[in-house]
């Protein structure tokens, strides 16, 4: 039997084709039919434009965005044999706006996308989590608007600023303002103690067996009840191994195969179209199924996100639930809210170490526009995992540019038996409802797995 | 209009920014919109009600807010097996308003700048300027990238409240619109002495002469209802890049573009020669309060 389901609530839509056997799914496709053509658009265009066009390319991680294409920037400058000096202060400007997006938007994604569904599911759901109406649904509105006024005291707003630029930041905050930004920060950690773990922060951040999932309480405890109730340990396991592509804010840069962290070659990652629609058709072959690319390294699929940043940067308490319960449901859900905790004390350490005398911005010697020919890379961890951006500058103009995204390694296609991470996750469980809840677990961003 | 007015919000060529920018509404402001308003469905949001839900009820909704650019080119873009223009020309009849929401649902924004599709549009392409919706309300357009949620909020009130809302040649709603970037500007009294800034990264100085700031020539409200409640993009040292105007994405938009040194663009409402005989002035003099840094410590 064959069905086909829209899933919602994804940032997007996606299509869940599922065949089943012996009421058990034994073959999965996730189609993502939405394209908009951003490395197309790119082309051609003035460098520093890009810093304006990538943040749209998604509109939950922009800032994410905004630092990769800054980072291949300034990597251009440096394959063009030109010295660039960045201020630690920028450079910590940066990466707290990144902080920021991602607490935010995990405190959306747990009680806007994936809670309504486990809530739904549960023999005993609660109205505290109904969107919209939910007290808890609307504590995190509250929660995630409060934290991005910390990103607007020196990015100006939230989404969508280009405060970013190579040689530095644009803005140049007080005193003031950053006792400000710390002051939302300390809300927020607040927030996190009070409403979704019930305990201090820093005795969470000490927690360090399976067994400490006792002690939680807050809307974690009621996730937990209801996830063992639902089984959502024993589902969504994938190929365990993980990938980390930059070690920006306190990560740690790596891949997890078997069992340590290794390094590994960036010329590896390996992007490709075999399954991939493509742009010049308007009858796709048949084993295109969708706008999704596909990316490996070493010719092997791997996880990327909350959960392989907690693995490879050692997160005691999530290596311990991952001993126990692989990468399952619940295992990634708990590395996601575990990331908020450990975020809000990295942003707490970069503004103890900020020094607002220095320069935000050193204007780099040469334009960009100027150069004739240049290429660069930019890494950095976006809320859903490794986000790659390259491009070639040629004649002072964009020549070509190219995104991998983290949901292209984690929703990109496959095909049997060579499933893509969450394809593979999918294959073996008994409902829809399950496939749903797996499926959401890997934070889906339709816009980000097409871009 | 009933109590409490039923808003569908649906999805079509978009980065989900409008959405973001919506949920980063201030906290009492939403919630108060959730009580005032039913938000029937939001592709992100709701839970019980899909866009087949939608599609198929006969129900009439007051509000049909769109995000993102409409196309009818199935090959870049279906949602529940429809184009983005099927659909809204469907909802249309069945809405008493029709809300474009952001910039690409106003007139195609950056979606639009995808060549291999030339059937990005906004939402007035499809629906036309005077809109089929029941009201017979012109189709209104909250430009912006996004667009700021006070935008969306206060339009929806205004509409509830008074059944219609004035527009510009645009489109838009002129109380939101009339307002140029640059009023509320922090920076306005550098423009007035034409000071420019050195550089990026400075609280000193104009960014109209160097950095492309927009912001005199652009109409949106933002230094007027601030962003998140806090600031906005110039008042941090980030140039105005016009995304509230049908021109915008532009090529270059962090450098002014000047003929012989002059910028090729000068604030609206005023000829280049005026302007040039006023910087001319204005420059003469020296005011020591904005050539030195704004705050020093080690004073």
Redesign the interface.
Same mark, same amino acid.
């Given at each position: 039997m064959k069905t086909v389901d829209i899933i919602e609530r994804i940032e997007g839509e996606a299509k869940l084709n599922l065949h089943w056997k012996n009421n058990r799914v034994n073959d999965a496709y996730i189609e993502f039919l939405n394209f908009r053509g951003f490395e197309y658009m790119l082309e051609g265009k003035a460098p520093l434009d890009a810093l304006v066009y990538t943040p749209r390319m998604c509109g939950i991680c922009g800032q994410a965005h905004l630092l990769a294409t800054v980072n291949a920037l300034e990597d251009c400058y440096k394959n063009a044999n030109i010295e660039l000096h960045v201020t630690a202060k920028a450079k910590i400007l940066r990466e707290l706006g990144l902080i920021i997006e991602i607490v935010q938007s995990h405190i959306k994604w747990f009680y806007f996308f994936i809670m309504p569904d486990i809530n739904a599911a549960s023999m005993t759901p609660r109205k505290e989590f109904e969107p919209l109406k939910g007290q808890q649904w609307l504590k995190a509105q509250r929660a995630s608007s409060e934290i991005t006024k910390a990103l607007a005291l020196f990015a100006g707003q939230w989404p969508h600023t280009s405060y970013m630029v190579p040689g530095g930041v644009m803005c140049d905050p007080t005193h003031m303002d950053m006792i400000l930004v710390e002051n939302y920060i300390d809300q927020t950690i607040a927030y996190f103690e009070k409403e979704l773990v019930g305990m201090e922060m820093q005795n969470y951040l000490t927690l360090s067996q399976t067994d400490d999932l006792k002690l939680l309480k807050g809307d974690i405890k009621s996730f937990l009840k209801m996830s063992f109730e639902q089984s959502l340990e024993k589902i969504g396991q994938s190929y365990n191994r993980f990938f980390v592509i930059s070690d920006a804010c306190g990560f740690h840069k790596g891949k997890i195969r078997l069992k340590n962290v290794s390094k590994f070659e960036m010329n590896k990652i390996k992007e490709h179209d075999d399954f991939t629609f493509e742009l010049n058709s308007k009858i796709q072959k048949k084993e295109k199924y969708g706008w999704a690319k596909t990316v490996k390294y070493d010719n092997l699929f791997y996880e990327t996100g909350p959960l392989a940043r907690a693995m490879t940067q050692n997160r005691r308490f999530i290596k311990q639930l991952h001993k126990t319960y692989d990468d399952s449901v619940l295992t990634r859900v708990m590395a996601r809210v575990d990331e908020i905790a450990y975020l809000l004390q990295t942003a707490k350490t970069m503004l103890h170490t900020l020094d607002i005398s220095e320069e935000s911005y050193i204007a780099p010697k040469t334009a960009l526009k100027e150069i004739n020919s240049t290429f660069g890379t930019g890494f950095i961890e976006a809320t859903r995992g490794a986000l790659k951006h390259e491009l070639i500058i040629h004649e002072g103009k964009i020549k070509s540019y190219d995104v991998v995204t983290p949901t292209v390694w984690n929703l990109g296609p496959g095909e049997k038996p060579d499933y893509g991470v969450a394809q593979k996750a999918l294959i073996g469980l008994n409902s829809l409802q399950e496939a749903t809840i797996v499926l959401r677990s890997f934070d889906v961003c339709s816009v980000c797995t097409t871009h | 209009m009933r109590n409490k007015p039923k808003v569908v919000w649906i999805?079509a060529?978009?980065?989900? %920014?409008?959405? @973001? /920018?919506l !949920?980063? /509404?201030?906290?009492s402001r939403?919630?108060q919109f !959730?009580n005032q308003f039913e !938000?029937v469905y939001h #592709?992100?949001?709701?839970?019980h009600t899909?866009?087949?839900d939608v599609l198929q009820s006969n129900a009439s909704y007051d509000f049909l807010l769109i995000e993102g650019a409409l196309t009818s080119n199935t @090959?870049?873009?279906?949602?529940?097996d429809q184009s983005s223009t099927a659909i809204v020309e469907k909802l249309i009849k069945r809405s008493h308003y029709v809300i474009a929401v952001g910039s690409c649902a106003s007139y195609g924004g950056?979606?639009a700048?995808?060549?291999? +599709?030339d059937d990005v549009v906004g939402v007035q392409s499809v629906v036309g300027k005077k809109s089929a919706c029941k009201s017979g309300h012109d189709t209104i357009n909250l430009t912006g990238? #996004?667009v700021h949620p006070e935008w969306i909020l206060q339009t929806l009130y205004t509409l509830k409240a008074k059944g219609n809302i004035a527009l510009d040649d645009e489109q838009r709603p002129i109380e939101l619109y009339s307002h140029l970037a640059h009023h509320g500007c922090t920076r306005n009294e550098y423009f007035e002495w034409k000071v420019e800034s050195k /550089?990026? %990264?400075?609280?000193e100085g104009c960014l109209f002469y160097e950095q492309g700031c927009r912001g005199p020539m652009t109409h949106s409200s933002?230094n007027k209802i !601030?962003? +998140?409640?806090? /600031?906005?993009?110039?008042?941090? %040292?980030? #140039?105005c890049?016009g995304?509230t105007e049908t021109d915008f #994405?532009r090529? +270059?938009?962090?450098?002014t573009k000047k003929n012989i040194g002059i910028p090729a663009e000068v604030p609206l409402g005023i000829s280049k020669r005026a302007y040039l005989s006023l910087t001319g002035i204005a420059k003469t003099f020296k005011i020591e309060r904005l050539i030195g840094k704004l705050?020093d410590e080690n004073r």
């Open positions: - | 999805q060529l978009t980065c989900n %920014g409008n959405t @973001q /920018s !949920l980063s /509404s201030n906290a939403f919630e !959730l !938000l #592709p992100s949001l709701t839970h899909t866009l087949n @090959q870049f873009l279906t949602l529940s950056v979606h700048k995808f060549e291999h +599709n990238c #996004p /550089s990026f %990264g400075l609280k933002c !601030l962003w +998140n409640d806090t /600031s906005s993009k110039t008042r941090v %040292g980030m #140039p890049i995304c #994405p090529e +270059n938009m962090l450098e705050i």
